[in-house]
């Protein structure tokens, strides 16, 4: 073991001297994805900024987003035109709002749920800028490891229900932020028909890679909405999606879909807040795509971007980590999981930031950061270049192993 940690060494010295600087953090489209919307920018509205009904779109007004962009979108999510709102660029903002609205005002017909003990199931790993709402306002998060399978533990789940605390659950049902798992039909019935003890409890169901496919196959969402009413429970689910990563990051449209009272709960709250939405981007949005159809052939576009950098992730760690470590192959999404051997997580992305390679902090995938067995790497492959792709992937794999030669001699 001593001579591979001297190999080890030396080989992540020579990687020291190449004075890298690479980032595998965040999961941000490429310059390259970014530019295959650039005609939104060319789209003219200095004498046509009107909607098919003629309404001045750069006035006041128009509070649940054009209806031509939502009835794109209704299709592409399987959501009633009526339940699906259009906002801002940022669906992030929309779920701090939502929590928000649920600690000032609670749910309709529900108290308040601001100075109570109140907790959300974080299935986990799961996305950090969720678990980061939840902290900063106070709410208690509850770790629901995912199964060995990929997927959720839904008799765990069960079981929390049971206590009257538990107000709130985040999924991100479709390629999972970080894992790529996906939640199937069965599972999503039985998340939606679960008795829970808090008459008030809401499933936060963050569709942000919904449309995101990096195969042939391109599974519709699941009709979430239509199945919580089926099961008694129209009001549980709360859905959010966003053009984020379809075409501008900085400048898109975020999506806001739930049950008609929560529609209306929602509208109630945030009239104090907004008299309208940029209803501009919204039109430039709709008459770049067209129809449902413009988005499928838009993604397919990112598909063949994405796709070769997913493939160099999965070579690259096949070739160096086979048999030490191992990690999803995720059909969509945005992002690999590495599991790494046990208690080597945070030592490998410390090595990795000392050569000049950002990766995300391990532990960020876990509610307070605490991943109980500093196991888990968040890989995002989109935003480097192919060729610093694989510099990021060859250099992390040396720090993995290093990390987890250095734990095996200290033993």
Request: charged share 20%; glycine share 8%.
């Given at each position: 073991?001593?001579?591979?940690?001297?190999s080890?060494?030396?080989?992540?010295?020579?990687?020291?001297?190449?004075?890298?600087?690479?980032?595998?953090?965040?999961g941000?489209?490429?310059a390259?994805?970014?530019?295959?919307?650039?005609?939104?920018?060319?789209?003219?509205?200095?004498?046509?900024?009107?909607?098919?009904?003629?309404?001045?779109?750069?006035?006041y007004?128009?509070?649940?987003?054009?209806?031509?962009?939502?009835?794109?979108?209704?299709?592409?999510?399987?959501?009633?035109?009526?339940?699906?709102?259009?906002?801002?660029n940022?669906?992030?903002?929309?779920?701090h709002?939502?929590?928000?609205?649920?600690?000032?005002?609670?749910?309709?017909?529900?108290?308040?749920?601001?100075?109570?003990?109140?907790?959300?199931?974080?299935?986990?790993?799961?996305?950090d800028r969720?678990?980061?709402?939840?902290?900063?306002?106070?709410?208690?998060?509850?770790?629901?490891?995912?199964?060995?399978?990929?997927?959720?533990?839904l008799?765990?789940?069960?079981?929390?229900l049971?206590?009257?605390?538990?107000?709130?659950?985040?999924?991100?049902?479709?390629?999972?932020?970080?894992?790529?798992?996906?939640?199937?039909?069965?599972?999503?019935?039985?998340?939606?028909?679960?008795?829970?003890?808090?008459?008030?409890?809401?499933?936060?169901?963050?569709?942000?890679?919904?449309?995101?496919?990096?195969?042939?196959?391109?599974?519709?969402?699941?009709?979430?909405?239509?199945?919580?009413?089926?099961a008694?429970?129209?009001?549980?689910?709360?859905?959010?999606?966003?053009?984020?990563?379809?075409?501008?990051?900085?400048?898109g449209?975020?999506?806001?879909?739930?049950?008609?009272?929560?529609?209306?709960?929602?509208?109630?709250?945030?009239?104090?807040?907004?008299?309208?939405?940029?209803?501009?981007?919204?039109?430039?949005?709709?008459?770049?795509?067209?129809?449902?159809?413009?988005?499928?052939?838009?993604?397919?576009?990112?598909?063949?971007?994405?796709?070769?950098?997913?493939?160099?992730?999965?070579?690259?760690?096949?070739?160096?980590?086979?048999?030490?470590?191992?990690?999803?192959?995720?059909?969509?999404?945005?992002?690999?999981?590495?599991?790494a051997?046990?208690?080597?997580?945070?030592?490998?992305?410390e090595?990795?930031?000392?050569?000049?390679?950002?990766?995300?902090?391990?532990?960020?995938?876990?509610?307070?950061?605490?991943?109980?067995?500093?196991?888990?790497?968040r890989?995002?492959?989109?935003?480097?270049?192919?060729?610093?792709?694989?510099?990021?992937?060859?250099a992390?794999?040396?720090?993995?192993?290093?990390?987890?030669?250095?734990?095996?001699?200290?033993?």
């Amino acid at each position: 073991m001593s001579d591979t940690l001297e190999s080890l060494r030396a080989e992540y010295q020579t990687l020291r001297e190449k004075g890298l600087a690479l980032d595998l953090t965040r999961g941000k489209p490429s310059a390259a994805q970014l530019d295959l919307a650039n005609g939104l920018l060319d789209i003219p509205l200095s004498t046509d900024h009107r909607d098919t009904a003629g309404t001045d779109l750069r006035n006041y007004g128009g509070t649940d987003g054009l209806v031509e962009l939502r009835e794109i979108f209704s299709e592409l999510l399987g959501i009633p035109v009526p339940q699906l709102l259009a906002g801002g660029n940022a669906s992030l903002q929309k779920m701090h709002d939502t929590v928000v609205e649920l600690l000032l005002h609670g749910t309709p017909g529900g108290e308040p749920w601001v100075g109570k003990d109140i907790a959300f199931l974080c299935p986990s790993p799961g996305y950090d800028r969720h678990f980061a709402i939840t902290q900063a306002l106070g709410i208690r998060m509850i770790s629901v490891p995912y199964l060995e399978d990929g997927s959720l533990d839904l008799p765990a789940i069960e079981k929390h229900l049971a206590d009257s605390a538990v107000r709130g659950m985040w999924i991100v049902p479709m390629y999972a932020n970080p894992t790529g798992s996906t939640v199937d039909e069965a599972t999503a019935r039985a998340l939606v028909a679960m008795p829970a003890a808090a008459p008030d409890f809401r499933i936060f169901w963050d569709n942000a890679y919904a449309l995101h496919h990096l195969t042939d196959d391109e599974p519709a969402p699941i009709d979430i909405l239509g199945l919580a009413a089926e099961a008694g429970n129209p009001d549980r689910v709360f859905v959010f999606a966003s053009t984020s990563k379809i075409t501008h990051a900085g400048a898109g449209v975020a999506f806001f879909a739930s049950s008609p009272a929560n529609i209306a709960w929602h509208k109630k709250n945030a009239s104090v807040q907004t008299i309208g939405p940029d209803k501009l981007t919204q039109l430039r949005h709709a008459r770049f795509f067209g129809d449902a159809e413009g988005v499928r052939a838009h993604m397919r576009k990112h598909r063949a971007l994405l796709a070769p950098k997913f493939a160099i992730v999965d070579r690259v760690l096949s070739e160096r980590l086979t048999g030490h470590a191992t990690w999803t192959k995720p059909t969509g999404g945005y992002f690999v999981t590495l599991n790494a051997p046990a208690r080597t997580a945070s030592r490998a992305v410390e090595l990795a930031k000392s050569i000049g390679v950002a990766v995300t902090p391990a532990g960020a995938a876990f509610p307070y950061g605490d991943d109980p067995r500093d196991s888990v790497i968040r890989i995002a492959p989109s935003m480097p270049p192919e060729a610093e792709l694989e510099q990021a992937i060859e250099a992390l794999c040396v720090c993995v192993l290093l990390a987890e030669a250095e734990l095996a001699v200290s033993r």
